[in-house]
């Protein structure tokens, strides 16, 4: 008992020091959570609010009209929220004097920090908004040289104080160009064509012939819309880019070495066959999705996957970078949406020959095909690829992906479950434009 | 009994005293709390001043031990009834806790001063384990509300129970009375590591792991062997990294570590806690007349206690609470009976208070896995105070300094009932804080004429 008993009055004596020691640990730990408190708690604790405003100074949250619901539920406006301006960036925004040990008595005479973006200002994200008509979908723009970010519009979109009383099972708390994937349609047709030029440029310079159908091992035929009867004929990549001809495409593919075109797709950014590449996980501190498709072989789901359909699914925050950097030379500027956080950060994607290429064949394809007589695409964008994606349920969602080298613009737009009547993407682009800086 | 009553004194004192005191401390609480800083001092003085009168008429064998430990609990009891009072729980939870507190008397009464346990007594508070745990693992419900799915309480007649909290002392009560006597080792170890089992089974983490602790100082001390104890508590690691790979419940809540902020899984009590403690700022807390403002949070009065204290005081209030804490295991393990039951009875106490005061506050601000454990003496609850009452009669019953006069003065009243004993003692008491009394202020005085 004796022995026992020294020994324990050590043990003792340690849980003693335990405890004295959890006064420091404690008051570590506490002041670890005054770096987690988001600035919404600040404002809903003290009735006061930080500021975010757009590039031109005016306000878009914190200010007498929240505009959170019309850039896309950026800003962030309510718990369910999480991927949004005010949470990622709540070190920024919050009060600069506050510390643990004053508390809220700190807050009273302190100034709260505002935090500029990069977005486009509210009057002109408001006409973007009304471009779409009251179709679901969502808009991506930004500067490929600079990465400032000039819209991550995304619709329908709600604030969350309003949300409370409307259904939020379409994902209108969510912003869709950050955490949303589109089966890509035909769109995929330019990340094909830099598989083919990555690989060996003269694949790019055959022409093929479209009968309408292209038979595979599979069973799946490639089958084309083209609007004529018995296909488009024989013709170049320049037109099947400007047609965007399946059977082209998928003829194109099987020229293509399957193991160099899935290191080119991880060096796009996608994750391919479930083994991800290089690819962009964040927007400054905000989280994005990543593009992802499968090529394992010739056969028909392999083929549809680089045509557009299948198993692609990409973001469109990738595709407006892929599309970038054709004009900027296979470099893309990555994207940021504070100003200043910018500091001409670029990702290579493709080879600046490859770049000079395609956008050489790109640009041809859009002068031929989609300005007044085809899309009515203003002249102000040098390249542009339309998509058309089927949806399991029948409906079919609208995208374009496209390049303005005077604007120094990359963009990305997708109209969802599109009929007859409503807005195409070309039409919503054409708005966009004027209103770039 | 009769040789029981005579240790009874000082400890039943302290009981009543506390059952006066919130009796009184009830009687100010209005339902509105406004203007309660100023009465919220008052109680508190008026508390710390009766229990420190107490500890002085307690001075008798001259036992700076007891008179610590008696001051380390009035402080506790005083910040205890203080939170309960400014988070407005005291007044509708009066009757109950009185209800509690006498019954912890009785337990009390029954459990003190037992120096030989027969073996009668042993098996039947085993039998009390085992039909606890019973009881709990086939009738225990979790609490309404859906906060937890952890099946703890029982529900008799509108009043909850929870059996974990009376097995613990039941489990010290047996691995004390096993000291050199084999038989009743394997018992109590067997009961301990099952309890443990049942408990974790039912989602009682926290209870769980205290017993744990509590077997682990029982094996080190009956077995007279650290290496034993040591394999255990490694054993036990193992077992823990096992549990929280196969266990939805146990890795949930361990996932949830170090994230409180975010609010995981909707869990908001301690991300509203931690804000509120920085919100008030470290060195003023939130100020009394915002304590009714944490009553929000889920659980605040018992399972964040004592981060409530510290919301709503800052962190001065820390230093006293824990050192109050640290005094009590230091003065309580630092014994040396010549009984080994009490000294048994001293270790396995400072134990269950260090697990208890360590998982209750570190899991309340997130430093470690939340467990939702009582903080002794500090938090609301019927079970965990008349279980503490039942803990604290046993040590005092060990450390009582009026051991052996006592014990003399009993065989010499043999006969007499226990109202007149009773009735004795007081007048005793009465009587040595009459002489003490008059002995300060004799000295007093004496000083006065010498100068």
């Known amino acids: 008992m004796h022995r026992s008993e020294k020994r324990y009055r050590k043990l003792i004596l340690a849980l003693a020091l335990v405890l004295l020691v ?19 708690t600040f404002t809903e604790r003290t009735g006061r609010s930080s500021v975010i405003t757009d590039r031109k100074g005016g306000v878009l949250s914190g200010g007498e009209t929240d505009f959170d619901s019309v850039v896309g539920n950026l800003t962030g406006n309510g718990w369910s929220a999480d991927n949004t301006i005010s949470r990622r960036y709540a070190g920024k925004l919050k009060p600069s004097g506050f510390n643990a040990l004053t508390g809220e008595a700190g807050l009273s005479d302190r100034s709260w920090k505002s935090l500029e973006t990069t977005l486009l200002p509210v009057q ?78 003269s694949l790019a310079e055959a022409s093929y012939d479209c009968g309408g159908r292209f038979e595979t091992e599979g069973g799946m035929d490639v089958t084309c819309l083209g609007d004529k009867e018995g296909g488009h004929g024989t013709h170049d990549l320049v037109g099947a880019l400007g047609v965007s001809c399946n059977v082209y495409f998928a003829q194109l593919i099987r020229t293509l070495n399957v193991d160099q075109a899935a290191q080119t797709l991880r060096q796009l950014g996608f994750t391919v066959n479930g083994i991800s590449g290089s690819s962009l996980k964040n927007v400054g501190e ?8 499968s090529f394992i072989d010739y056969k028909a789901g392999s083929l549809w996957s680089l045509i557009g359909q299948g198993s692609t699914q990409v973001n469109v925050i990738d595709m407006a970078m892929i599309a970038g950097a054709a004009a900027g030379g296979g470099e893309a500027a990555l994207p940021c949406v504070i100003a200043g956080e910018a ?91 004027p209103l770039l800086p | 009994m009769k040789k029981t009553l005579p240790r009874l004194g000082a400890p039943l004192l302290t009981i009543l005293f506390s059952i006066l005191l919130m009796t009184y401390v009830s009687s100010l609480a209005d339902p509105d709390l406004g203007d309660s800083a100023f009465r919220l001092y008052r109680t508190a003085m008026l508390l710390t001043s009766f229990m420190a009168l107490l500890a002085f008429l307690m001075d008798m064998g001259k036992g700076i031990r007891l008179q610590s430990m008696i001051l380390s609990l009035s402080v506790l009891s005083s910040c205890g009834c203080t939170i309960q009072f400014l988070l407005g729980n005291i007044r ?14 009785l337990v009390f009464l029954f459990l003190a001063g037992k120096c030989a346990v027969s073996d009668r007594l042993f098996y039947l508070a085993a039998a009390g384990v085992v039909l606890l745990l019973a009881l709990n693992y086939f ?96 054993g036990a690691f193992t077992a823990f990294a096992w549990l929280i790979r196969h266990s ?50 889920y659980a605040i009065d018992s399972d964040m206690a004592l981060g409530a204290l510290l919301a709503v005081f800052g ?57 939702g454990i009582t903080a002794p003496l500090l938090s609301l609850g019927g079970s965990s105070m008349v279980c503490f009452g039942a803990l604290t009669g046993m040590c005092f019953a060990a450390e009582c300094p009026i051991l052996k006069s006592a014990d003399s003065l009993a065989r010499e009243t043999e006969n007499v009932d226990i109202l007149s004993n009773l009735l004795k003692f007081g007048s005793r008491y009465l009587k040595a804080a009459a002489y003490r009394l008059k002995e300060v202020i004799c000295t007093v005085l004496k000083k006065d004429t010498e100068n």
């Open chain 1, 22 to 40: 959890m006064l420091p640990a404690s008051l570590i730990r506490i002041s670890l959570a005054a770096s987690q408190i988001s600035a919404r």
């Open chain 1, 124 to 201: 002109d994200q408001v006409t973007l908004k009304d471009a779409f008509r009251g179709k679901r979908g969502c808009l991506f723009s930004y500067n490929y040289k600079t990465g400032e970010v000039y819209t991550l519009l995304s619709l329908p979109s709600a604030s969350f104080l309003a949300a409370g009383e409307e259904n939020t099972d379409d994902g209108r708390l969510l912003n869709r160009c950050l955490d949303a994937s589109y089966i890509s349609g035909s769109t995929m047709k330019v990340v094909t064509t830099i598989c083919a030029l990555e690989q060996d440029p």
């Open chain 1, 286 to 293: 905000l989280d994005k999705t990543v593009s992802s498709t």
């Open chain 1, 343 to 433: 500091k001409g950060k670029t990702k290579t994607l493709y080879s600046p020959e490859t770049a000079s290429l395609l956008s050489g064949y790109w640009s041809k394809a859009t002068e031929q095909y989609y300005r007044d007589g085809g899309k009515g695409l203003t002249s102000l964008i040098d390249m542009a690829k339309t998509g058309t994606a089927e949806q399991g349920d029948g409906t079919v969602n609208r995208l374009l992906m496209g390049v303005s080298r005077e604007k120094q613009t990359a963009f990305m737009i997708v109209v969802e479950n599109w009929q007859e009547g409503d807005p195409m993407p070309a039409d919503i682009a054409n708005t966009l434009m």
């Open chain 2, 92 to 105: 509708d939870h009066l009757v109950y806790q009185v209800l509690f507190m006498a019954a912890a008397a």
């Open chain 2, 139 to 234: 009738l225990g419900q979790a609490p309404p509300g859906g906060f937890t799915t952890a099946r703890l309480w029982l529900f008799v007649g509108g009043v909850s129970i929870q059996p974990g909290e009376m097995v613990k002392i039941l489990l010290i009560f047996l691995g004390a009375a096993s000291y050199r006597k084999w038989q009743r080792c394997a018992v109590s170890f067997a009961l301990c590591l099952s309890s443990c089992l049942i408990l974790l089974k039912l989602s009682d983490m926290g209870n769980a792991a205290v017993i744990f602790l509590i077997l682990v100082v029982q094996v080190f001390y009956l077995l007279d062997s650290w290496k034993l104890a040591l394999l255990l508590v490694t």
């Open chain 2, 248 to 297: 939805a419940y146990a890795s949930a809540r361990l996932s949830n570590w170090g994230h409180a902020m975010e609010r995981p899984g909707g869990v908001h009590q301690q991300a509203d806690l931690l804000e509120a403690i920085l919100f008030g700022g470290l060195i003023n807390g939130v100020g009394a007349d915002h304590a009714g403002s944490l009553k929000s949070i």
């Open chain 2, 315 to 371: 962190a001065g209030i820390l230093f006293i609470v824990l050192g109050a804490y640290v005094i009590l295991i230091w003065q309580a393990a630092g014994n040396h009976s010549v009984y080994p039951f009490s000294h048994l009875v001293l270790v396995q106490a400072s134990m269950l208070i260090f697990a208890q005061v360590f998982l209750n506050f570190g899991g309340s601000i997130d430093l470690i896995p939340f467990t």
